[in-house]
Each structure stands twice: as C-alpha cells, then as structure tokens.
C-alpha cells in the first residue's frame, strides 16, 4: 500500500472533518483519548490491507509504513483493538459513515489506489460492513482455537471426537486469509458457527466436566453473541448485544456507550 499516498492526501482530508468527528462523542464520557482522526485513518487501512482490528491495533504500534502514513511517532503506544469497534459503531448510529469515507474513496478512485470500473463496491458502507465481518470472523476463530488447545491440555488422544483433526488443522494450524470474497468470507464465518455448535455439543454431551473451562465458557458466551437458530437454521446475529466480546484475549475490555 502506498502509503505517501495517504500521508500526503488522504489524512490532511480526514484531518478537516476532525469537527464534525469529535461531535460525535460527548465529554468526559470515560473514554481514553484516542483521536477520531487516527482511528478513521486506521480503519481505512484495514480496508486496503485486509487486516483485523487486532492485527491493525498492532500495526499502529509496530509497522513503520503505518505510523508514517498516519503521521504518528515512533514511540506512539497504540490503543486497545476494541476502540476500532466502537468507533464503527458509533459512526453507523450517527448514520456518519459517509462523512468520512465517499470523498476519500472519490480520492483513491482518482490516485489508482481503487479501481474506477470493477466488481468492487465504493460505498462507505460498505468499508465499515467489510472491516466489522473480519473484526467477527476473526473473533469468533480466535476463541475456537483457544477452545480447542484447552481441550487438547485436558484430553487423551482417544478421547478426542472423530472431527477433531479437522478442527484442529483448520483452527489451529492454518491461519485465516483475509483475501477471501465476500461470499468465501461469510460461508467460513457460518461454517465456524456450525463448528462452534458442534463442539459445544460434543462436550456437552461426552465431557460435561469440561464445560467448567474457562476457554470453552468463553466459546459459549462468543457463540451466543454472534449466532442464532432462525427457522431451524444457524445465522449471524446482525447486530451482537452491547458488551459482547470483542477480543478473546481480553473478553472484558469495552468502554460503555453513554
């Protein structure tokens, strides 16, 4: 990613809307000081690049291209991942994606970072709506591996249900490509949703004992914020619930909407 490009005409855009950002969030609301600028700058980046929120919360601290085109310093520390979720959410329930987004996707139309003609959609929308799928994708995937390595601590290898080689390449020893399309991106977010079903099923049903584990509570908790049985069949929650996890790794973490 060029990211000149964004430094030198991209981020001086985004720097004028810093206004009509900030109105968006009202005082002493007990945020962290995280400037709506630099989360708007992350969150186009994501999109470019393909990265999940806690990829991008990581970039920002470590990956020089990043701190260059966001105009940061070497010592910048970073934020939490779950501020990037927040921020999306904040900006669909002011119905402010536009704000940001079209005339920065007219600019990466003008400067070939976007093509002008191509199957790809240019609206804000659908930037939020691309990076908020990988933000539960990744979440979701995340907490099953996590599930399953604790199960793998607590098990004999005989013990092990007949799908649990499957689970445990495609969870554990792949990592996920963010390059999918968008019908490849919502079949694997529905397949681990079935995954997920199953598994806790399994559990249920053979090793009661081991619903008390930590890791396969918080794989319960995830599958009933994201999924739903609808006429018979699993779906994804469209909106999940306020305080649902973000981050497996850290499950608490949230800064309340007020």
Request: charged content about 30%.
């Amino acid at each position: 990613f060029p990211y000149t490009t964004l430094f030198r005409s991209i981020l001086p855009k985004l720097f004028a809307l810093r206004d009509k950002l900030e109105s968006l969030y009202c005082e002493n609301n007990g945020r962290p000081a995280v400037d709506p600028v630099l989360l708007a700058g992350v969150t186009l980046l994501q999109f470019m690049e393909k990265v999940a929120d806690r990829l991008a919360a990581e970039q920002v601290v470590y990956h020089l291209g990043w701190k260059y085109a966001l105009d940061l310093e070497l010592s910048e520390e970073g934020f939490h991942a779950t501020v990037l979720v927040y921020f999306r959410d904040r900006l669909e329930e002011n119905k402010a994606e536009r704000l940001i987004f079209d005339e920065i996707l007219e600019l990466l139309i003008e400067t070939g970072l976007v093509k002008k003609r191509g199957k790809q959609r240019l609206d804000s929308t659908h930037v939020l709506g691309y990076v908020k799928e990988m933000s539960r994708l990744e979440c979701a995937v995340e907490t099953v591996r996590l599930g399953l390595e604790a199960l793998a601590s607590e098990m004999s290898v005989g013990g092990r249900p007949e799908f649990w080689d499957r689970f445990w390449a495609l969870y554990v020893q792949s990592k996920l490509d963010w390059g999918l399309s968008k019908a490849d991106r919502q079949s694997r977010y529905r397949q681990c949703g079935q995954d997920i079903r199953e598994l806790l099923e399994w559990v249920d049903t053979h090793h009661h004992n081991l619903s008390e584990l930590k890791a396969i509570k918080l794989l319960r908790r995830v599958f009933s914020e994201q999924f739903e049985m609808v006429e018979g069949k699993l779906q994804p929650i469209q909106r999940r619930p306020p305080r649902s996890v973000q981050n497996p790794h850290d499950p608490d973490a949230h800064y309340a909407n007020k």
